[in-house]
């Protein structure tokens, strides 16, 4: 257990609906990472986000969008979901913005139909 | 960051040692290794870094080259459930970001 924690963790939904996903970053942990990971795509680098900003950018569509509270809590909110949006989404978390180990949870599977 | 190169698929033994070998011959002097692995569908797992010196945990040992442009993971007696990809990520330290960038990594299939 990495003490990433993804919800939720399997979804379905409908093309052209929205759908927000959650992750709850390791305790003391102040950076978070969004990854995509599609069957014929790999494993892709969405965004970071460091103490609540935005830290860097990766190949991330414009429908998708994300944010990280206070609380550090982030959630990646997918729009206008087409079907080759389905895929593994994980989140990760290390300590500081930088030159430190990185942390997966386990993921959550999107499925769009 | 440095890009590796890694073979797309490796078999051992049950019990045996698993040696998985990485280039990056652009590594710079501030670039660090990185070792995960994701066993199917799970999320990728970190097992061990290093810089320059052999590092070892209580997963694997990392041996580095001298001249840094190659390394090794050695998984001493790998069990079934090692079975998985492993991916080999050179990252810079110190820098404004710490994405990592995943490649293709190495198929690992452990044979009963």
């Known amino acids: 257990d990495s003490g990433v924690t993804q919800t939720p963790k399997h979804l379905i939904t409908a093309t052209g609906q929205r759908v927000t996903l959650r992750c709850s970053p390791r305790?003391?942990?102040?950076?978070v990472y969004w990854y995509q990971q599609s069957l014929d795509q790999g494993l892709q680098f969405l965004i970071q986000?460091?103490?609540?900003?935005?830290?860097a950018k990766g190949n991330i569509l414009e429908r998708f969008s994300a944010q990280q509270f206070p609380d550090l809590h982030s959630e990646l909110n997918l729009s206008s979901l087409e079907l080759g949006d389905s895929a593994l989404y994980f989140c990760a978390s290390s300590v500081e913005v930088s030159g430190n180990t990185i942390y997966f949870g386990e993921g959550s599977w999107l499925t769009v139909v | 960051d440095a890009k590796t190169t890694q073979p797309p698929s490796m078999d051992c033994a049950e019990g045996r040692a698993a040696n998985l070998p990485c280039n990056h011959s652009?590594?710079?002097?501030?670039?660090?290794v990185y070792w995960y692995r994701q066993i199917h569908s799970q999320g990728p797992q970190y097992i061990i870094h290093?810089?320059?010196n052999n590092e070892t945990n209580e997963m694997a040992s990392l041996i580095i080259t001298e001249d840094r442009k190659s390394s090794t993971l050695i998984l001493p007696h790998a069990t079934l459930r090692d079975t998985a990809v492993y991916y080999c990520?050179?990252?810079?330290?110190?820098?404004?970001?710490?994405?990592?960038?995943f490649g293709t990594g190495t198929l690992l299939a452990v044979q009963p």
């Open positions: 986000y460091y103490n609540g900003e935005e830290r």
């Open positions: 305790s003391g942990d102040l950076s």
């Open positions: 990520i050179v990252k810079g330290a110190g820098r404004a970001t710490n994405k990592l960038i």
């Open positions: 290093g810089l320059k």
């Open positions: 652009t590594i710079s002097g501030n670039e660090y």
